[in-house]
């Protein structure tokens, strides 16, 4: 009776299953934002959307678009957002900013999204868990 020794088989999964856990957390890239916290999540957010764009502001006040980590001018965001939605009609702006960054500041990027066409901005914020209380 012929048998397949899987034992080899489950130690190389293990491996790559260690190798792919460590390695996730460091391919999440991004604008460095210590994001305000709100109590509730509101899931319905980002349902039925096509590609996401993400604007940053840090706590600096400069704004980057995605994970770019070149600073963007209100008119180069502006330029570059009317590209985007030209491509991708169906586009979701979300608005990451820093708690820090006064609000008219978030107020002068959100007018900024509106001249260049995006008609509905959704704010990026952490949820509140017990042991941030």
Do not use: C, H, W
């Not at 856990?21 to 916290?37: H, N, Y």
């Not at 993400?54 to 070149?70: H, K, T």
């Not at 509106?114 to 990026?124: D, E, F, H």
């Amino acid at each position: 009776m012929a048998e397949i020794n899987v034992v080899p088989y489950i130690d190389v999964m293990l491996v790559l299953l260690i190798i792919f856990m460590i390695t996730s957390p460091l391919l999440v890239e991004g604008i460095k934002v210590d994001l305000p916290q709100a109590s509730q999540s509101t899931p319905d957010v980002v349902t039925d959307v096509g590609e996401l764009i993400i604007v940053s502001i840090d706590a600096d006040g400069l704004l980057y678009l995605q994970d770019n980590e070149q600073p963007y001018s209100e008119q180069e965001i502006i330029l570059s957002i009317k590209d985007l939605l030209k491509d991708q009609a169906q586009s979701r702006v979300l608005l990451k900013g820093d708690k820090n960054v006064a609000y008219g500041r978030i107020m002068q990027v959100i007018d900024a999204l509106k001249v260049s066409g995006v008609t509905n901005v959704a704010l990026i914020t952490s949820i509140k868990t017990d042991e941030s209380k």
